[in-house]
């Protein structure tokens, strides 16, 4: 049997970090929501015991670090289930981005599993197991837009926020979140973005207040680390972009715009600028119908 299952790219509307906990990692709070930018997961079902994974870019790893393997390996443990499975990623999103492109892989595995050898699990099932595997995965598999508190895994479901063009900019490096949450201050963070405005502006359906009230307070950290982040950003505003804002621990910079024309010229501008850029929309749910 043979099932295909989209992992969307989520971004961060706002990213906030309230304490650094016993367990090493950091509270947060953050409102999330995801983009029509996706990897596909094809899945095989193997009559013996055995993951095999292969992908279409040379950029991620076909083991145990990879965490859509790891996914596989332990929903086999804890349902233990004697069979196989062969995965297949087709990359769409940029690895070590700051867009949960391994987290969604691992996501959509878990999901795409649950139907291959009919687990009958519901969705927080897999988000617990998700939660064990990665911070991200939990609200990758739901992919829905939504607050998530804790380490990432206590979510709060939000309406999708109003459609808009989200233009995407990576830095030809990749970063590692331990590296920049281990060089956070917290004590030292001047602004902390406001989750509740945030969600009162989705529920509001109001695009300027979404605008205005952006925020994560990894991004200066990032930037005093790779100062092309902050170059990526000032020339996003200054092209035309209504919103400007780092996702996750970066380094993509994404811009929110209204107008498809403004959109489409901001990544004409950029494109002199930066290799990588991806001009999507906002999507805010989970669209299994549509492939990109
Ligand atoms: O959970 P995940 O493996 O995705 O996290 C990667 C790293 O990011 C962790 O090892 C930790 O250093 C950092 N992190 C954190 N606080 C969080 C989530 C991640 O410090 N809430």
Same mark, same amino acid.
């Given at each position: 049997m043979y099932i295909s299952e989209k992992a969307p790219a989520k971004i961060n509307l706002t990213l906030d970090v309230l304490y650094k906990r016993d367990d090493g990692y950091h509270e947060l709070e953050m409102v999330m929501t995801t983009i029509?930018?996706? @990897?596909?997961?094809?899945?095989?079902?193997? #009559?013996?015991? $055995?993951? %095999? /994974?292969?992908?279409?870019?040379?950029?991620?790893?076909?083991?145990e *670090?990879?965490?859509?393997?790891?996914?596989?390996? *332990? /929903?086999?443990? !804890? +349902? %233990?289930? @004697?069979?196989?499975?062969?995965?297949?990623?087709?990359?769409?999103?940029? &690895?070590?981005?700051?867009?949960?492109?391994?987290?969604? @892989?691992?996501?959509?595995?878990? %999901?795409? /599993?649950? !139907?291959?050898?009919?687990l009958g699990l519901s969705l927080e099932e897999l988000a617990d197991i998700g939660a064990e595997i990665g911070s991200d995965v939990p609200f990758c598999v739901y992919s829905h837009t939504a607050i998530a508190k804790g380490r990432g895994e206590i979510?709060?479901?939000? #309406?999708? #926020?109003?459609?808009?063009? &989200? &233009?995407?900019?990576k830095p030809v490096h990749g970063v590692s979140t331990a590296d920049i949450f281990g060089q956070l201050r917290v004590d030292e963070i001047r602004v902390h973005p406001s989750t509740e405005a945030m969600a009162a502006a989705i529920r509001?359906?109001?695009?300027?207040?979404?605008?205005?009230?952006?925020?994560?307070?990894? $991004?200066?950290?990032?930037?005093? +680390?790779?100062? $092309?982040? *902050?170059?990526?950003?000032? !020339? +996003?505003?200054?092209?035309?972009? @209504?919103a400007v804002l780092m996702s996750g621990s970066g380094p993509t910079v994404f811009a929110l715009v209204k107008q498809e024309s403004r959109a489409q010229r901001l990544v004409n501008s950029l494109k002199g600028f930066c290799q990588h850029v991806f001009l999507v929309r906002m999507l805010g749910i989970l669209d299994q119908r549509r492939t990109k």
């Amino acid at each position: 049997m043979y099932i295909s299952e989209k992992a969307p790219a989520k971004i961060n509307l706002t990213l906030d970090v309230l304490y650094k906990r016993d367990d090493g990692y950091h509270e947060l709070e953050m409102v999330m929501t995801t983009i029509d930018l996706a @990897d596909r997961i094809d899945l095989i079902d193997l #009559p013996y015991n $055995e993951i %095999r /994974l292969e992908s279409s870019s040379g950029l991620v790893p076909q083991d145990e *670090r990879n965490l859509a393997y790891l996914a596989a390996k *332990r /929903l086999k443990e !804890k +349902m %233990r289930i @004697d069979r196989g499975v062969s995965i297949y990623i087709s990359k769409q999103i940029p &690895v070590a981005a700051g867009l949960a492109g391994g987290s969604s @892989d691992a996501a959509a595995t878990l %999901r795409g /599993l649950n !139907k291959l050898w009919k687990l009958g699990l519901s969705l927080e099932e897999l988000a617990d197991i998700g939660a064990e595997i990665g911070s991200d995965v939990p609200f990758c598999v739901y992919s829905h837009t939504a607050i998530a508190k804790g380490r990432g895994e206590i979510l709060i479901p939000l #309406p999708p #926020p109003p459609p808009c063009w &989200v &233009v995407l900019a990576k830095p030809v490096h990749g970063v590692s979140t331990a590296d920049i949450f281990g060089q956070l201050r917290v004590d030292e963070i001047r602004v902390h973005p406001s989750t509740e405005a945030m969600a009162a502006a989705i529920r509001s359906n109001d695009f300027e207040a979404i605008c205005n009230h952006l925020g994560n307070v990894l $991004e200066p950290v990032t930037m005093s +680390m790779y100062p $092309e982040v *902050r170059k990526i950003k000032d !020339k +996003m505003i200054q092209f035309g972009a @209504d919103a400007v804002l780092m996702s996750g621990s970066g380094p993509t910079v994404f811009a929110l715009v209204k107008q498809e024309s403004r959109a489409q010229r901001l990544v004409n501008s950029l494109k002199g600028f930066c290799q990588h850029v991806f001009l999507v929309r906002m999507l805010g749910i989970l669209d299994q119908r549509r492939t990109k």
